[in-house]
């Protein structure tokens, strides 16, 4: 069982280039989530999804874009990258969202230099 | 604003004592509050869910008990092992389906 699989692991993009981050789960889980992590900030959360064809905003969504035409798929697409969006980006998903788990993807470590 | 802290960055103790982690929170009225582990260059593990009329839950050595009258939840490891190193988060969320909220995170060192 796959669980949440995310890629690609590591990338280094140079400032203005563009890259989607991949995230599928193979759970059959309604909702799906993208956060970052910047050492010693803990996890921020950029986007969130409750279903397919619904996406919604967290707590930083800007320079981030994201679609979910599928249950299983919800790609976190970064249009003009910049510095600050250096992070480990991680993909999670949940079945019914209140009172659950999340399961978390390995992550993907992005430089922007 | 909602504020979510952890007591420590870093916690350091002797292997075979108890660790015990905290968690506050203010401006906040969590449902459930969940503490994940992550090890390091790996994503956040699922550990124990307390929801706000609980005050205690256990799970083999861990313990969390849950405090909304002091805002505080508290991670106990006991009989600590070095394999339990790694960072501990804890996860608020409210009760209107809103997506969990993370601590920075505690780092846990247990010492042979």
């Known amino acids: 069982n796959a669980g949440v699989t995310q890629t690609p692991k590591f990338r280094i993009l140079k400032i203005g280039q563009s890259m989607t981050l991949q995230c599928t789960q193979d759970?059959?889980?309604?909702?799906m989530y993208w956060y970052r992590q910047d050492p010693g900030m803990g996890l921020k959360l950029i986007y969130y999804?409750?279903?397919?064809?619904?996406?919604d905003k967290g707590e930083v969504p800007n320079g981030y874009n994201v679609s979910r035409s599928t249950t299983e798929d919800f790609p976190l697409r970064l249009e003009l990258a910049a510095p600050s969006q250096t992070s480990v980006y991680f993909c999670a998903s949940t079945g019914q969202g209140l009172g659950e788990k999340l399961f978390f993807g390995s992550g993907t470590q992005l430089s922007v230099l | 604003s909602q504020k979510i802290e952890q007591n420590s960055e870093a916690l350091n103790i002797q292997e075979g004592k108890t660790a015990t982690l905290t968690c506050n929170y203010t401006n906040y009225s969590p449902a459930y509050l969940q503490w994940y582990r992550q090890d390091p260059g790996r994503g956040p593990v699922f550990l124990l869910l307390?929801?706000?009329?609980?005050k205690e839950k256990r799970k083999e050595r861990l313990k969390v008990t849950f405090d909304t009258t002091l805002k505080q939840s508290l991670f106990h490891i006991t009989a600590s092992q070095p394999a339990d190193s790694a960072t501990y988060l804890c996860a608020l969320e409210g009760s209107g389906n809103t997506p969990l909220v993370f601590g920075k995170g505690t780092r846990l060192s247990v010492i042979a």
């Open positions: 307390i929801r706000e009329n609980e």
């Open positions: 759970m059959n889980h309604n909702y």
């Open positions: 999804s409750v279903g397919a064809g619904i996406t």
